[in-house]
């Protein structure tokens, strides 16, 4: 079966700009996290969607967002974008969450100039 | 490939060789750890995990043990290959979907 499924694989946007990216987790997997990897910080947890619903959220800023859609899709929206968000941004899904197995895409790698 | 790290500490080994990675962990609640390998220009690939109510789990050539009383983690790889240089992160679980990741260790096989 199809693994999760990250769009764009990577994007260059200026400061100040917004964008989107794209997560379609695996078939039947309802919870969907996304992840900021960066070589200073590591891979850090953004949040995570279950059931259209935002059920843990990590420590970023209020222009980091996210929604989830009945079909379990997710996209992730940064405004205002700064030089320091420069990073891959990863998606997991799981079948429900709560300490099953986290499957990752291929991550999105965003670099703002 | 994209640097996933660095700084990483980092483990060469032998080609056929077993490896130990090793993980501290910073939440002595979490329930649930992971271990993780990321090769440069992918995303982390599950490899193996354990609950906290088990103290050794073993896969197809790895063993995670897990030890509660000093919140250590570690990942054994047996006969290592050419294959498994990548980065290895351990994770670790307070209930929900929420993943702490360690910083990471690179693992270098030699041939």
């Known amino acids: 079966k199809a693994g999760v499924t990250q769009t764009p694989r990577y994007l260059i946007k200026t400061r100040g700009q917004q964008v989107t990216l794209s997560c379609s987790p695996i078939?039947?997997?309802?919870?969907v996290s996304w992840y900021q990897q960066t070589p200073g910080q590591g891979l850090q947890f953004l949040f995570e969607?279950?059931?259209?619903?935002?059920?843990n959220k990590g420590n970023f800023p209020g222009r980091f967002s996210g929604r989830q859609f009945s079909n379990s899709r997710s996209e992730m929206n940064v405004s205002t974008l700064e030089l320091g968000d420069s990073a891959l941004y990863l998606c997991?899904?799981?079948?429900?969450?709560?300490?099953?197995?986290?499957?990752f895409g291929q991550g999105t790698r965003l670099t703002v100039v | 490939g994209e640097s996933v790290g660095l700084h990483l500490p980092t483990l060469s080994v032998q080609e056929g060789d077993n490896s130990i990675i090793n993980c501290a962990y910073s939440?002595?609640?979490?329930?649930?750890f992971i271990w993780y390998k990321q090769e440069s220009g992918k995303g982390p690939q599950f490899i193996i995990d354990?609950?906290?109510?088990?103290d050794k789990r073993q896969g197809q050539r790895v063993t995670v043990l897990l030890n509660k009383t000093v919140k250590h983690l570690s990942l054994q790889i047996a006969a290592t290959q050419p294959g498994d240089s990548a980065v290895y992160f351990c994770?670790?679980?307070?209930?929900?979907?929420?993943?702490?990741f360690g910083g990471g260790t690179r693992v270098l096989v030699k041939p």
């Open positions: 997991a899904s799981s079948i429900q969450g709560g300490g099953t197995e986290a499957f």
């Open positions: 078939s039947g997997h309802r919870s």
């Open positions: 969607y279950f059931s259209e619903t935002q059920r």
């Open positions: 939440n002595s609640a979490s329930d649930y």
């Open positions: 354990i609950r906290s109510n088990m």
């Open positions: 994770a670790e679980s307070l209930g929900g979907n929420k993943l702490t």
